[in-house]
T-cell receptor, first 115, second 115 residues
Framework: EAQVTQNPRYLITVTGKKLTVTCSQNMNHEYMSWYRQDPGLGLRQIYYSMNVEVTDKGDVPEGYKVSRKEKRNFPLILESPSPNQTSLYFC??????????????FGPGTRLTVL | AQSVTQLDSQVPVFEEAPVELRCNYSSSVSVYLFWYVQYPNQGLQLLLK??????LVKGINGFEAEFNKSQTSFHLRKPSVHISDTAEYFCAVSDPFNAGNMLTFGGGTRLMVKP
């Protein structure tokens, strides 16, 4: 089944404790992206990757890191989480990053709480 | 820069009644337009998209949307809703010339279908 998977689905942590949220897709997509969803704000893009070893900032990159060493994986790293990073996070992928008509497929989401 | 406004944060409606979810956007360039649906505890699923051509777009689950360039709107409609349509709906735009394939989302509209 073609899908985007994320782990963990739920995470409660404390301020300053480094964490990684994994994202994997099995569709051989070149483009991957991370969004955060906050009430009333919709989804905002954090980082995206056009292909392996090619990443760039989205609208709200502060406090996050990403890497793209393999085509299928795009982990989101919070080196020192803070309470304002409490949010619902979505990973998405699409066939290409060129030509915005490519449909983005979304993962199930990771609900992160930082105390 | 572009932005999306979903005018209603919540829309309550009775089963089998028609519904319209409103979306207005602003952009200095031509855009692609999308509607996504998010069912409880799930990721986002594409309902329909407008790229070019006919301004009336039909999507899945009986939904349709009409692109109105002069009013910069892309309202979503369904003639008769079901309980199973209860979900959050997001309008989004993307810039065809943006190689980052970024989607700009509205704040979302929660559709609540009552029996």
């Amino acid at each position: 089944e073609a899908q985007v998977t994320q782990n963990p689905r739920y995470l409660i942590t404390v301020t300053g404790k480094k964490l990684t949220v994994t994202c994997s897709q099995n569709m051989n997509h070149e483009y991957m992206s991370w969004y955060r969803q906050d009430p009333g704000l919709g989804l905002r893009q954090i980082y995206y990757s056009m292909n392996v070893e090619v990443t760039d900032k989205g609208d709200v990159p502060e406090g996050y890191k990403v890497s793209r060493k393999e085509k299928r994986n795009f982990p989101l790293i919070l080196e020192s989480p803070s309470p304002n990073q409490t949010s619902l996070y979505f990973c998405a992928s699409s066939l290409e990053g060129w030509g915005s008509y490519n449909e983005q497929f979304f993962g199930p989401g990771t609900r992160l709480t930082v105390l | 820069a572009q932005s999306v406004t979903q005018l209603d944060s919540q829309v309550p409606v009775f089963e089998e009644a028609p519904v319209e979810l409103r979306c207005n956007y602003s952009s200095s360039v031509s855009v692609y337009l999308f509607w996504y649906v998010q069912y409880p505890n799930q990721g986002l699923q594409l309902l329909l998209k407008y790229l070019s051509g006919s301004t009336l777009v039909k999507g899945i689950n009986g939904f349709e949307a009409e692109f109105n360039k002069s009013q910069t709107s892309f309202h979503l409609r369904k003639p008769s809703v079901h309980i199973s349509d209860t979900a959050e709906y997001f309008c989004a735009v993307s810039d065809p010339f943006n190689a980052g394939n970024m989607l700009t989302f509205g704040g979302g509209t929660r559709l609540m279908v009552k029996p």
